[in-house]
């Protein structure tokens, strides 16, 4: 049949030519929708000179897509027992490297040197394994790839916590850690229905944009970082006492001094503040201690 994989129908044959059980516990969920697929691709800017890594590649449906639309294909598998199976079902296909490594472990900067052309635009596309999008998304940031975007299928409140603006309830840490190394936005809802077998949760296209340059000064990431999160540890409790939880040597009017220096309202809450006051924030407390 020249049926392509993310079909109802093709799917159920080749789960059963394989007799292949889900592992929940490795985040499962084979889309069987090619509408959605073809949305993915559009939004991730995929075109005949792009370079992409997706992750998790599962029996293919997004994998031959991705194949049919970019030049190259490189995919990290964890469960060892698909390999076989995407031998056979991506089989026409002579753009796509299977590595079968789990991405956490990877080291993707050297994988895109060896795979990839030089100066080729390199995009990450992926219908993630739902238990760990955030540490794969974070490790891939933190990393500083060479690429231009990452669009991924999530579940839609993490996806919307990660493109949060502030003064909502999404807003928190995470978007500061997402936003820093990107511009963010969900640019799609995707029903449990295009998915077998059906996850438990909604799902959302969050597209990020690699920045060439974080979009604030800060004196030392980590310091700043650490402040983000210090100052949503109690989303109830004011700035200045989530910061009196983690400068344990410093009084609450002491506090309030240093971020006289910065501008900022101890009364006030995290959730309020923007990236710009954060990096404000961060950097009259690390000169003040350093
Ligand atoms: N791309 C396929 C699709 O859209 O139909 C499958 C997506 S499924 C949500 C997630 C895939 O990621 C599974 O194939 C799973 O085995 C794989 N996976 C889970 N954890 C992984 C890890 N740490 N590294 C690489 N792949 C992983």
Sequence with gaps: STKYIATPSKTKEILKKYAFAFK????????????????????????????????????????????????????????????????????????????????????????????????????????????????????????????????????????????????????????????????AEVVMNVPKTVFNPQPNVDSGILKLELRKEPPVYVEDEDFFFRIVKASFAQRRKTLRNNLANLFTDMNKTEIQEVMDQAGIDGGRRGESLNMEEFAQLANVFYKEIN
């Design 24 to 183: 929940k516990s490795l985040g499962q969920n084979f889309i069987i929708d090619v509408n959605i697929l073809q949305n993915i691709l559009k939004h991730a800017g995929v075109d005949k000179d792009s370079g992409v890594i997706e992750i998790g590649p599962g029996i293919g449906a997004l994998t031959e897509q991705l194949a049919i639309h970019a030049d190259k294909v490189v995919a990290f598998e964890i469960d060892q027992r698909l390999l076989p199976i995407l031998d056979d079902t991506l089989e026409a296909y002579s753009n796509i490297e299977i590595i079968h490594q789990d991405i956490l472990e990877a080291d993707v900067t050297e994988v895109i040197r060896e795979q990839f052309k030089e100066n080729q635009p390199i995009r990450i596309v992926a219908n993630l394994p739902y238990y760990i999008t955030t540490p794969i998304l974070l490790k891939l940031l933190h990393d500083r790839l060479p690429v231009e975007s990452i669009t991924v299928m999530i579940q839609k409140e993490v996806a919307e916590r990660m493109a949060a603006e502030p003064n909502s309830k999404s807003y928190g840490s995470l978007t500061i850690a997402i936003q820093y190394y990107t511009d």
